[in-house]
């Protein structure tokens, strides 16, 4: 079978009585079917940076690995994403930044429409406050959209400190001033 104005073949069992009106035979009766759209789907990646040297490495002791990000869908419909229907404005799902320095979901995880994603937790050494949210749309059916570049990454700033050494005399314990240290 056939829909009207369209090449889709749709296949299954169409039950009809034939009928004999005079020298004409009369097809009567049918099945109901009905043809589903299937949405567009895509994906997403992302990658965390160092908010100071702008690379994917991080600085010190410090790692990007373990980054959380949550995907919120900002959808007036809701979407289904892994099974679950998720309304305007709610987190859809977590991905996190592995080993090899970003976080993706599957080419097919996110219906069509317009999404942002947002560090949820920041990687050790690092603070979430410079960390900054991107939209982005789902558009074409199993394609990622790629937010590795330097313009769409996440960034973090490295958390630093300082530190302070005071230098005591043996035996006295009497602040000694203007003594150099090397760290």
């Not at 994403?81 to 404005?89: F, I, M, P, Q, T």
């Amino acid at each position: 079978m056939q829909t009207k104005h369209s090449s889709e073949q749709i296949t299954g069992l169409y039950v009809a009585q034939i009928t004999e009106d005079g020298e004409l035979a009369v097809l009567s009766g049918s099945n109901q079917y009905s043809v589903l759209d299937k949405v567009i789907r895509g994906g997403v990646i992302i990658q965390k940076r160092d908010l100071e040297t702008k690379g994917t490495k991080a600085q010190g002791g410090a790692t990007l690995k373990d980054t959380a990000f949550t995907i919120t869908t900002l959808n007036d419909n809701p979407v289904l994403v892994n099974g679950k229907l998720y309304n305007k404005n709610e987190v859809v799902m977590t991905i996190y930044k592995g080993v090899d320095g970003i976080a993706t979901t599957d080419a097919d995880t996110l219906p069509y429409g317009k999404y942002r994603i947002k560090e949820s937790k920041a990687p050790q050494g690092y603070l979430t406050t410079s960390a900054t949210s991107r939209e982005f749309e789902i558009t074409a059916n199993g394609k990622i959209v790629d937010l590795t570049d330097e313009e769409n990454s996440v960034y973090n700033q490295i958390k630093r400190g300082d530190i302070e050494g005071i230098k005591i005399g043996a035996g006295t314990h009497e602040r000694l001033a203007n003594v150099p240290f090397k760290i």
